[in-house]
C-alpha cells in the first residue's frame, strides 16, 4: 500500500469522525444509540427530522462542496503552475455569486435557476479574466493579477446588488456573501449535487492528461494528449465545480486554495494527488463549517469566515517562509 | 513494383510563428531505417522543421505525411502510437521516480481504463535497460544530475516503442561522456533495432560521425542531404555555415571530420 492511500484512509476516518459529531452534536444533542435507533428506522420523529433534514444535507453538502472546491483548486493549480493560481483568488466563485444576486433579484428563486445562475456568472468571470489576461497567450502571473482585480470589481458589484436587493433578499444574500452553509435543506440540493457528480466523474475521466500535462505542453502532445482541447475542458470543469458550489453555499474562499497544497505535502508525490485533493477539501470545509457552527457559541458565524481566516494565516506562513528564504 | 514511399513526408511547407516565415516550400523526406541528422546554424530553420514533422508546430501551409496520411488529420494519440519526440525542455513533476516517468510514455497504448498490463510493465523494464537507468528505477528524478535526467527523458520516449524517433537538441546540457554514450545509444536503437530517427545536433563533427544520412539546412532550405562522406565538403560547410575549414578523416570512425581554420590562415 503506497503512502497516498495510507494518507486517504486517514482524510476518510477524520471526515467520518467529524460527520459523526455534525450530526450528533448540537443544541438538541443526539446519542449513538438514537443514531443506531435510526438506521433502523426506529427512532422518535423529532430525530428524525433533526439529524435527516437539518443535519445530514449540511453535513452532506459540506462534503461534496469542499470535495469539489479541493478539486477545482487542484486542477487550476495544475494548469497554471502556480499555488495561487486557484479559482478562489481569480475571482470566479464571486462571479458566480454574482450570477446568483442577479437572479435572486430578477427571477424566480428556484434551486435550478440559481444553479444556472452560478455557471453562467462562474463562465461568463472566467471568460473575462481570461480575455483581458491575453497577449499572444496567456502568461500566469498577468492572470492571476487580472482575476485579483476581476475579483475587487465583482465583489464591488455584488455589495451594490445586495444593497438595491429588497431587505428580506438583502438579508439572507448578505449572510450568504461570505460563503454559508446554513439553513441548507436537501429541497434545495438536487441541481447542484447532479452537476457536482458529472463535473467531478468528468474529471476523473480527465486526470490522467493533466498529469502529463505538468509536464510541459510539447511532452504531453509528444506522449499523445490533446493539449487545446483538453485545458478548455479542464478549465470548464474546474470553473463548473466552482460555480455550482456557490449557487448553494455561496463564495467560500481559500478551500480551493488550500485543499491541493495540504495534499501535495501529504502524499509528497504525484500519485492519488487529485483524491487526496477532494478529501482535504471535504475535510476542511466540514471542519471548518463545524467551528462556526460550534466554537463562538451562541454565535453561527458562516463557515467563510473561517476559511478566510485560515487562508489568510496559510498566507502570512507564506510569506515568513518566503521572507526566510531570502 | 510499387514504390514504397517513405513513412515521414513533409510536402510544400512553409513554417513559421509570430507572423515570421522561418521557411517557404520546403519538402523533406525522412528516409525508413536511416539515422537522419539535420545539421544548419542557429535559426536556419532546423528545431522548427522538427516540430514540424512530429505535430507540436502545424506548418503555416503544406502538411506533414505520416504512412501517407495527413498527420493534422490523425488522432494525436494515434501519432504517438507511431512516432516519439523529444522535446527541447520538458519539466519532471517534482516527487515523481524515474520508473514512474518512464512509464508514462506507455500512455498512448492504455485504453481510457487501461489497466497496466505486463507488456508496458516490460516495455519500461527494457526503455530503462537501453538507457542504463534501471539501476536507479526508484530515484525521484528532482535528484539526478543533469545527464541522467536527460537519459531518463530518452527511455520515457523509448516506452513508448514507436518506430519512428524524433530528437532535438537532446545532446545540450550533457558533458562529452554522457553525449558521445547517448549517441551511441541513438546509433544502436537504429542498427539493431531498426528505428527510424531524426535528430536535430549542434556539433557537426559527431552529426558527421553518427548519421546515416545528413540533412545541412540554411535559411529554411535544404542545401545537401545524403550519406556524410559523399555531401561534406568544405563548399558545403562555407555554403551553410560561411566557415573556412579543411576536411579531414575521422582517425576513429573514417568519417568527414571538419577543422575550421579560424582568422588569418589561408
Redesign the interface.
Known amino acids: 500500500m503506497n503512502r497516498a492511500m495510507i494518507q486517504a484512509i486517514w482524510l476518510l476516518a477524520l471526515c467520518a469522525l467529524l460527520a459523526f459529531l455534525g450530526v450528533t452534536r448540537g443544541a438538541l444533542p443526539v446519542t449513538a444509540a438514537q443514531l443506531w435507533q435510526l438506521v433502523n428506522g426506529e427512532a422518535a420523529r423529532n430525530v428524525q427530522l433533526i439529524v435527516l433534514e437539518w443535519r445530514l444535507p449540511r453535513v452532506a453538502m459540506a462534503l461534496l462542496i469542499g470535495a469539489a472546491l479541493g478539486i477545482s483548486g487542484a486542477i487550476f493549480q495544475s494548469l497554471l503552475r502556480n499555488p495561487l493560481g486557484s479559482p478562489d483568488i481569480l475571482g470566479f466563485n464571486t462571479g458566480a455569486y454574482s450570477g446568483v444576486l442577479v437572479a435572486l433579484m430578477l427571477f424566480h428563486q428556484t434551486s435550478e435557476i440559481i444553479t444556472l445562475a452560478a455557471l453562467i456568472g462562474g463562465v461568463l468571470t472566467a471568460a473575462l479574466v481570461y480575455l483581458f489576461a491575453w497577449r499572444?497567450g496567456v502568461e500566469t502571473f498577468r492572470l492571476i493579477i487580472v482575476g485579483i482585480s476581476v475579483r475587487a470589481l465583482l465583489m464591488a458589484l455584488n455589495g451594490w446588488l445586495i444593497i438595491s436587493a429588497s431587505l428580506e433578499a438583502a438579508l439572507s444574500a448578505g449572510l450568504w456573501s461570505a460563503g454559508s452553509l446554513n439553513g441548507i435543506t436537501w429541497a434545495k440540493t438536487p441541481p447542484v449535487i447532479a452537476v457536482l457528480l458529472l463535473a467531478l466523474l468528468l474529471t476523473s475521466?480527465l486526470a490522467?492528461r493533466m498529469?502529463?500535462m505538468?509536464?510541459?505542453d510539447?511532452?504531453a502532445?509528444?506522449?499523445?494528449?490533446?493539449v487545446e482541447r483538453t485545458r478548455l475542458w479542464l478549465m470548464l470543469l474546474g470553473v463548473v465545480l466552482t460555480a455550482a458550489s456557490t449557487a448553494l453555499a455561496g463564495p467560500i474562499s481559500f478551500v480551493a486554495l488550500l485543499a491541493p497544497q495540504i495534499a501535495r505535502r501529504l502524499c509528497?508525490?504525484?500519485?492519488g494527488a487529485l483524491p487526496l485533493a477532494a478529501l482535504c477539501g471535504a475535510l476542511l470545509l466540514l471542519a471548518a463549517d463545524y467551528a462556526a457552527q460550534h466554537l463562538f457559541l451562541p454565535y453561527q458565524l458562516p463557515v467563510g469566515v473561517i476559511t478566510v481566516s485560515l487562508g489568510g494565516l496559510y498566507l502570512i506562513a507564506l510569506l515568513v517562509r518566503e521572507a526566510r528564504r531570502q | 513494383m510499387r514504390e514504397k514511399i517513405a513513412r515521414l513526408q513533409g510536402d510544400a511547407l512553409t513554417l513559421g510563428y509570430?507572423k515570421k516565415i522561418v521557411a517557404e516550400a520546403l519538402s523533406v523526406t525522412i528516409p525508413d531505417g536511416e539515422l537522419t541528422v539535420i545539421i544548419g546554424p542557429n535559426a536556419c530553420g532546423k528545431s522548427t522543421l522538427l516540430r514540424a514533422l512530429?505535430?507540436?508546430a502545424p506548418p503555416l501551409k503544406g502538411q506533414v505525411l505520416l504512412d501517407g496520411e495527413a498527420i493534422s488529420r490523425l488522432?494525436?494519440?494515434?501519432?504517438?502510437?507511431r512516432l516519439?519526440?523529444?522535446?527541447?525542455?520538458?519539466?519532471?513533476?517534482?516527487?515523481?521516480?524515474v520508473s514512474?516517468l518512464v512509464a508514462?510514455?506507455r500512455?498512448?497504448h492504455q485504453p481510457?481504463f487501461g489497466r497496466w498490463r505486463d507488456e508496458d510493465e516490460a516495455a519500461v523494464q527494457q526503455a530503462m535497460r537501453a538507457t542504463g537507468v534501471a539501476d536507479i528505477a526508484a530515484q525521484?528524478v528532482d535528484q539526478l544530475s543533469g545527464g541522467q535526467r536527460q537519459r531518463v527523458w530518452i527511455a520515457m520516449?523509448l516506452a513508448?516503442q514507436t518506430p519512428l524517433l524524433l530528437l532535438d537538441e537532446p545532446t545540450t546540457w550533457l558533458d562529452i561522456t554522457h553525449q558521445i554514450e547517448l549517441l551511441e545509444l541513438m546509433q544502436d536503437l537504429n542498427q539493431q533495432h531498426g528505428r527510424t530517427l531524426v535528430v536535430v545536433l549542434h556539433d557537426l563533427n559527431q552529426a558527421c560521425r553518427y548519421a546515416t544520412h545528413l540533412i545541412a539546412m540554411r535559411s529554411g532550405q535544404i542545401v545537401a542531404e545524403g550519406r556524410p562522406s559523399e555531401i561534406i565538403t568544405p563548399e558545403l560547410i562555407e555554403t551553410v555555415y560561411g566557415l573556412r575549414c579543411v576536411i579531414v578523416e575521422d582517425p576513429v570512425a573514417h568519417t568527414p571530420m571538419i577543422v575550421p581554420l579560424g582568422r588569418g590562415r589561408n
Open positions: 499572444n475521466l490522467r498529469r502529463l505538468e509536464m510541459g510539447d511532452t502532445c509528444a506522449l499523445g494528449v490533446p509528497g508525490g504525484i500519485k | 509570430d512530429s505535430r507540436l488522432s494525436t494519440k494515434e501519432v504517438a502510437r516519439g519526440l523529444l522535446p527541447q525542455s520538458s519539466q519532471a513533476p517534482s516527487g515523481i521516480s514512474e508514462r510514455g500512455y498512448p481510457l525521484p520516449v513508448q
